[in-house]
Nanobody, 115 residues
Framework: QVQVVESGGDLVQAGESLRLSCAAS????????MRWYRQAPGKAREFVAG???????NYVDSVKGRFTISRNNAENTVYLQMNSLKSDDTAVYYC?????????WGQGTQVTVSS
């Protein structure tokens, strides 16, 4: 069984930085893609950033230049470095591990950006 656990969410001021972590464990199939999504109150869950097994990243336009996704394959961990945070970034951030056998979601971590 595969598990995904996020951490690092916090309450920060606008303009500050935060780093989220996501650790996957269990019988992890490769290749795989790891992604970050977020869901703000009253809004649908949206894609934020993703990274392939080979380290190729992609981002939603609203975070390009501010967020950086990276991964450590040896530790089955993915990170999301978030800089220049805005109030619009306030949401629950979810990590997802995508393999040929399906998607495993984490429980989410709350990021609150105060202006």
């Amino acid at each position: 069984q595969v598990q995904v656990v996020e951490s690092g969410g916090d309450l920060v001021q606008a303009g500050e930085s935060l780093r989220l972590s996501c650790a996957a464990s269990g019988n992890i199939f490769r290749p795989n893609t790891m992604r970050w999504y977020r869901q703000a109150p009253g809004k649908a869950r949206e894609f934020v950033a993703g990274i392939s097994s080979t380290g190729i990243p992609n981002y939603v336009d609203s975070v390009k230049g501010r967020f950086t996704i990276s991964r450590n394959n040896a530790e089955n961990t993915v990170y999301l470095q978030m800089n220049s945070l805005k109030s619009d970034d306030t949401a629950v951030y979810y990590c997802a591990l995508i393999t040929g056998r399906g998607t495993t979601w984490g429980q989410g971590t709350q990021v609150t950006v105060s202006s």
